[in-house]
C-alpha cells in the first residue's frame, strides 16, 4: 500500500516530484478556489486503520498480500500488534484532535489476533468519543467478547462462499448478532466464482433481517486482468445498487481533478504506525511525527480514478448523482440509503429497463476497453525476428523487480507474480497458465494483458497480449528451495512450460 501525505494534504510523488513548483502551484490555486469544509464536521475524523494482512481465509478476489501463519522466529508480520503494543496504539489514538472519532478496523482478519483486539476494543469502549467499525470474515467466537461493551461497534460482515458454506455463515452472523454485535451490513462480493448462489444467500440473509450489500468486484486477486462483467453479473450489481455506486464501482471514471472533501475527512493508518492522509501519496510515522493536520478546504483528486469505497466518492464536490449533504459517511448509512434507492427506484423498474442499463453499462466499458487499446504503443514487426530457442514450445519469464530473480516467502503466504508467456507456434495463442508445485496446482490465469515490450523485442505483433499477473496462495512448504511450475496451455489443450522459477522458503 502506498501512503503519503504533506503539511496541508499535499502529497508527494515521484511523478509530481518532475514539476513541484508547477505543481504546488496547480494544488495551491485549487485549494483556493475549494469550498472550506462545514463548520459542523471540522471536529470530527475518520482513521482507515488497515491493521493487520494476517488472515485464516485464502479468497481468489482478495486485493491483500494475506500471511496464514505466525513466524516462528518472532520477525514482526504486517500486523499492528507486531509493531506496537495495544496501550501504544490506544495512546496513538488519544492524539487524534476530534471530538468524534470513527475508527474502520480492517485487514486481513481483525479477529484473529482476538486477545489483543478485545484488548483494543476495551480500550476504545472506555472513550465515549470513538466509534468502532470492523470489516470482517465471522468466522469467530462471539462468546469471547462477551465482556466488551458493543454499543458503538458496528461489523461489516463479508460472506466469501468459496471459503465457508452458506450455512455456517447463517449460522455465524445469527450467533454474532444473538451476542449483541451490530452487524450493519453483509457484504456479498460479486466475483465469478460467487455468481451462481448468489439468489439463495441473498434472500436467507434478507429474510433474517440482515442488509446484504452487493459489490461488484475489483479486479483485483486471481482476477487482477479481468476486464469483462457477464450480463448475469451486471444484473445482479444493477439490482442491488444505486447509480452513484456503479458509475464509480464499474466504470471508474477519469478524476482529472475535480475537488473532493474525502481527504478533509479521513486518515489512513497502516499497522506500522505509517500514516497519511487519504488519497494522496508519501507516509509518515505516527507514533515518531504524529498525525498530519488535515487540509480544511476541499482538495483537487489526486489520483487518476477513485478506486472506491462507497464513501470515498460521496465526498466528491458537486457529483450530479448524489445529492445528499456531507458527512461521514458510515456502514449504517450505507445500509439506509441504498436499501431506500432499492425500495424506491430499483424494485420498481421492469425486467426491460435492468435489461437496459446492463446494455449501458456494458457499452461504457467497451468504449474504456476500445480507449485502452488505442493507446497501447504501435509495435513496429522487424522483417529480422530473433531467433526462438529451439525445442521449447513455450517462451516467457517471470518478472524480477529488483533483480531478484526468486521469490522469498514463509510456507502458506501469498505472493504476487507477473510475466509473460506466448506459445512458439504461430497463430496458437494460449488460453491458460497453470502454477504448479511439485504435483500441485496451487493457481491459474486466464486473462492476460498487452505487453507491447514483449512484442517489439521479438517483432512478433501476435505475442502482444502475452502479460500475466496473478496473487498465488502458496501450500504448506517445508523450508527451502522449491520450483514454481508456470505452464501454458494451448488451445488444443497442449501444455509446456518454462524452466522453474525458485520459491524460497525460510519458515
Ligand atoms: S477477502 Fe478473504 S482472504 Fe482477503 S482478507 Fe477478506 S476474508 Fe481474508
Ligand atoms: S475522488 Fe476519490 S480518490 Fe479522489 S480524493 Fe476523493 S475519495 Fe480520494
Given at each position: 500500500?502506498?501512503?503519503?501525505?504533506?503539511?496541508?494534504?499535499?502529497?508527494?510523488?515521484?511523478?509530481?516530484?518532475?514539476?513541484?513548483?508547477?505543481?504546488?502551484?496547480?494544488?495551491?490555486?485549487?485549494?483556493?478556489?475549494?469550498?472550506?469544509?462545514?463548520?459542523?464536521?471540522?471536529?470530527?475524523?475518520?482513521?482507515?486503520?488497515?491493521?493487520?494482512?494476517?488472515?485464516?481465509?485464502?479468497?481468489?478476489?482478495?486485493?491483500?498480500?494475506?500471511?496464514?501463519?505466525?513466524?516462528?522466529?518472532?520477525?514482526?508480520?504486517?500486523?499492528?500488534?507486531?509493531?506496537?503494543?495495544?496501550?501504544?496504539?490506544?495512546?496513538?489514538?488519544?492524539?487524534?484532535?476530534?471530538?468524534?472519532?470513527?475508527?474502520?478496523?480492517?485487514?486481513?482478519?481483525?479477529?484473529?489476533?482476538?486477545?489483543?483486539?478485545?484488548?483494543?476494543?476495551?480500550?476504545?469502549?472506555?472513550?465515549?468519543?470513538?466509534?468502532?467499525?470492523?470489516?470482517?470474515?465471522g468466522a469467530w467466537d462471539p462468546a469471547y467478547f462477551a465482556d466488551v461493551d458493543k454499543s458503538r461497534i458496528f461489523l461489516d460482515i463479508g460472506f466469501h462462499p468459496t471459503q465457508t458454506s452458506l450455512n455456517e455463515l447463517v449460522r455465524q452472523v445469527v450467533r454474532i448478532r444473538e451476542a449483541g454485535f451490530n452487524i450493519a451490513i453483509v457484504n456479498y462480493v460479486l466475483s465469478p466464482e460467487n455468481t451462481?448462489?448468489?439468489?439463495?444467500?441473498?434472500?436467507?440473509?434478507?429474510?433474517?433481517?440482515?442488509?446484504?450489500?452487493?459489490?461488484?468486484?475489483?479486479?483485483?486477486?486471481?482476477?487482477?486482468?479481468?476486464?469483462?462483467?457477464?450480463?448475469?453479473?451486471?444484473?445482479?450489481?444493477?439490482?442491488?445498487?444505486?447509480?452513484?455506486?456503479?458509475?464509480?464501482?464499474?466504470?471508474?471514471?477519469?478524476?482529472?481533478?475535480?475537488?473532493?472533501?474525502?481527504?478533509?475527512?479521513?486518515?489512513?493508518?497502516?499497522?506500522?504506525?505509517?500514516?497519511?492522509?487519504?488519497?494522496?501519496?508519501?507516509?509518515?510515522?505516527?507514533?515518531?511525527?504524529?498525525?498530519?493536520?488535515?487540509?480544511?478546504?476541499?482538495?483537487?483528486?489526486?489520483?487518476?480514478?477513485?478506486?472506491?469505497?462507497?464513501?470515498?466518492?460521496?465526498?466528491?464536490?458537486?457529483?450530479?448523482?448524489?445529492?445528499?449533504?456531507?458527512?461521514?459517511?458510515?456502514?449504517?448509512?450505507?445500509?439506509?440509503?441504498?436499501?431506500?434507492?432499492?425500495?424506491?427506484?430499483?424494485?420498481?423498474?421492469?425486467?426491460?429497463?435492468?435489461?437496459?442499463?446492463?446494455?449501458?453499462?456494458?457499452?461504457?466499458?467497451?468504449?474504456?476497453?476500445?480507449?485502452?487499446?488505442?493507446?497501447?504503443?504501435?509495435?513496429?514487426?522487424?522483417?529480422?525476428?530473433?531467433?526462438?530457442?529451439?525445442?521449447?514450445?513455450?517462451?516467457?519469464?517471470?518478472?524480477?523487480?529488483?533483480?531478484?530473480?526468486?521469490?522469498?516467502?514463509?510456507?502458506?503466504?501469498?505472493?504476487?507474480?507477473?510475466?509473460?508467456?506466448?506459445?512458439?507456434?504461430?497463430?496458437?495463442?494460449?488460453?491458460?497458465?497453470?502454477?504448479?508445485?511439485?504435483?500441485?496446482?496451487?493457481?491459474?490465469?486466464?486473462?492476460?494483458?498487452?505487453?507491447?515490450?514483449?512484442?517489439?523485442?521479438?517483432?512478433?505483433?501476435?505475442?502482444?497480449?502475452?502479460?500475466?499477473?496473478?496473487?498465488?496462495?502458496?501450500?504448506?512448504?517445508?523450508?527451502?528451495?522449491?520450483?514454481?511450475?508456470?505452464?501454458?496451455?494451448?488451445?488444443?489443450?497442449?501444455?509446456?512450460?518454462?524452466?522453474?522459477?525458485?520459491?524460497?522458503?525460510?519458515?
Amino acid at each position: 500500500m502506498t501512503r503519503g501525505i504533506h503539511a496541508a494534504g499535499i502529497g508527494s510523488s515521484g511523478k509530481m516530484s518532475l514539476f513541484p513548483e508547477l505543481y504546488l502551484t496547480s494544488v495551491l490555486q485549487s485549494i483556493q478556489a475549494a469550498p472550506d469544509l462545514p463548520e459542523h464536521l471540522r471536529d470530527e475524523v475518520r482513521v482507515n486503520w488497515y491493521m493487520t494482512q494476517w488472515c485464516n481465509y485464502s479468497c481468489p478476489y482478495c486485493p491483500v498480500l494475506v500471511f496464514h501463519k505466525r513466524t516462528k522466529s518472532g520477525k514482526p508480520q504486517p500486523h499492528a500488534f507486531d509493531y506496537y503494543p495495544v496501550e501504544k496504539w490506544l495512546e496513538l489514538f488519544d492524539t487524534v484532535q476530534a471530538s468524534k472519532l470513527h475508527i474502520h478496523l480492517t485487514g486481513g482478519e481483525p479477529f484473529l489476533d482476538r486477545e489483543n483486539l478485545r484488548a483494543l476494543l476495551r480500550g476504545f469502549a472506555a472513550k465515549p468519543r470513538i466509534h468502532t467499525y470492523i470489516s470482517t470474515n465471522g468466522a469467530w467466537d462471539p462468546a469471547y467478547f462477551a465482556d466488551v461493551d458493543k454499543s458503538r461497534i458496528f461489523l461489516d460482515i463479508g460472506f466469501h462462499p468459496t471459503q465457508t458454506s452458506l450455512n455456517e455463515l447463517v449460522r455465524q452472523v445469527v450467533r454474532i448478532r444473538e451476542a449483541g454485535f451490530n452487524i450493519a451490513i453483509v457484504n456479498y462480493v460479486l466475483s465469478p466464482e460467487n455468481t451462481d448462489i448468489f439468489d439463495e444467500a441473498f434472500a436467507r440473509l434478507s429474510g433474517l433481517g440482515f442488509y446484504v450489500h452487493v459489490s461488484p468486484m475489483f479486479p483485483t486477486g486471481e482476477h487482477i486482468s479481468r476486464e469483462v462483467r457477464t450480463d448475469r453479473e451486471m444484473e445482479i450489481v444493477v439490482r442491488h445498487n444505486t447509480r452513484l455506486d456503479l458509475h464509480y464501482k464499474v466504470i471508474w471514471p477519469e478524476m482529472n481533478k475535480r475537488l473532493c472533501f474525502y481527504p478533509a475527512l479521513n486518515y489512513s493508518l497502516g499497522w506500522d504506525g505509517g500514516v497519511q492522509v487519504s488519497c494522496f501519496d508519501g507516509s509518515q510515522n505516527a507514533f515518531e511525527h504524529g498525525f498530519p493536520a488535515l487540509p480544511r478546504q476541499a482538495v483537487a483528486c489526486p489520483q487518476h480514478s477513485c478506486i472506491g469505497c462507497c464513501e470515498m466518492y460521496r465526498a466528491i464536490v458537486d457529483e450530479p448523482l448524489y445529492s445528499n449533504p456531507l458527512k461521514i459517511f458510515t456502514h449504517r448509512d450505507l445500509a439506509q440509503e441504498v436499501s431506500a434507492y432499492r425500495r424506491d427506484v430499483r424494485s420498481k423498474m421492469t425486467d426491460e429497463e435492468v435489461r437496459r442499463e446492463v446494455r449501458d453499462l456494458q457499452a461504457a466499458l467497451a468504449t474504456i476497453r476500445k480507449k485502452r487499446s488505442e493507446e497501447i504503443p504501435h509495435v513496429t514487426v522487424n522483417s529480422i525476428k530473433p531467433a526462438l530457442p529451439e525445442g521449447q514450445n513455450v517462451i516467457g519469464y517471470v518478472d524480477a523487480p529488483d533483480s531478484k530473480f526468486y521469490v522469498e516467502a514463509r510456507s502458506r503466504d501469498r505472493i504476487m507474480l507477473t510475466g509473460w508467456l506466448a506459445s512458439a507456434h504461430y497463430g496458437a495463442p494460449l488460453k491458460e497458465i497453470r502454477f504448479r508445485i511439485g504435483d500441485r496446482q496451487i493457481g491459474s490465469v486466464k486473462e492476460f494483458y498487452p505487453r507491447p515490450d514483449v512484442a517489439a523485442h521479438f517483432g512478433r505483433e501476435n505475442w502482444l497480449m502475452s502479460g500475466w499477473r496473478t496473487m498465488i496462495y502458496l501450500p504448506a512448504l517445508p523450508p527451502g528451495e522449491h520450483g514454481l511450475i508456470v505452464e501454458g496451455v494451448d488451445p488444443l489443450g497442449s501444455t509446456a512450460s518454462i524452466p522453474p522459477w525458485p520459491v524460497r522458503i525460510s519458515e
